[in-house]
Each structure stands twice: as C-alpha cells, then as structure tokens.
Nanobody, 125 residues
Framework: QVQLVESGGGSVQAGGSLRLSCEAS????????IGWFRQAPGKEPEGVAT???????????YYADSVKGRFTISQDRAKNTVYLQMNSLQPEDTAIYYC???????????????WGQGTQVTVSS
C-alpha cells in the first residue's frame, strides 16, 4: 500500500496558476511512477502528467497533449513529494485532480492502482 495526500487546489481565473503537491508515504510495495490525473464532471478520469520516481538521475515524464507547455511535473525525492505546476489555466482544466502511484510509466488511469483523495481545481473565465 501507499498513502498519497494532495494539496494546493483552489479557484483561479483563466490565465492564472496553481501548484499542486502530492506527498507519498507508507510504502509497502515498490512504486516507480507517481502521476496526476483529473476528472471533470460527467467525464472519465484522464492522465495529466506522470513522473518516474526512481533513484536514477534521469527524469522521465509523460504529459497529456492538452497540458504540454502549460503544466510541469516535478519531484523532491527527499520529501517524497511530487508537484504539478499549472500555468495558463483555462476553464476546461476545471476538475478534481488526483495523485496516483503505480509501477509502469503511463498516462492510463487503469495502470495506477493507488490514489489519493483528490483536490478541486476550478478555473473561471
């Protein structure tokens, strides 16, 4: 099992920025990737960005096309925390954002079995 706690959601106007944080703890299994996913009302969950959390200095990340150039995923390995910096936010980015952990690098929610409780992001026009 792994425990994931998100923070940093809120309400902003279009063009604004937010930074989400995900602190991971209580690992009892090997986790290679932590990522951010979102679910808008009436829609299926979708992958936003994921990052390899291994000990290598190589950074491996995946981004959804809809957020490339606007969102940046990063991590502080010492703090077991993954961040999602979201810039140039648009109303279509409004959703509940979840942090999730898994073994494989992917943007598919089905490949991430461990999820946090989520944090609401609302972008007004």
């Amino acid at each position: 099992q792994v425990q994931l706690v998100e923070s940093g959601g809120g309400s902003v106007q279009a063009g604004g920025s937010l930074r989400l944080s995900c602190e991971a703890s209580q690992y009892t299994i090997s986790i290679n990737y932590i990522g951010w996913f979102r679910q808008a009302p009436g829609k299926e969950p979708e992958g936003v960005a994921t990052i390899y959390r291994g000990g290598s200095s190589t950074t491996i990340t995946y981004y959804a096309d809809s957020v490339k150039g606007r969102f940046t995923i990063s991590q502080d390995r010492a703090k077991n925390t993954v961040y999602l910096q979201m810039n140039s936010l648009q109303p279509e980015d409004t959703a509940i954002y979840y942090c999730a952990a898994g073994i494989f690098g992917s943007l598919s929610p089905a490949r991430f079995p461990y999820w946090g409780q989520g944090t609401q992001v609302t972008v007004s026009s």
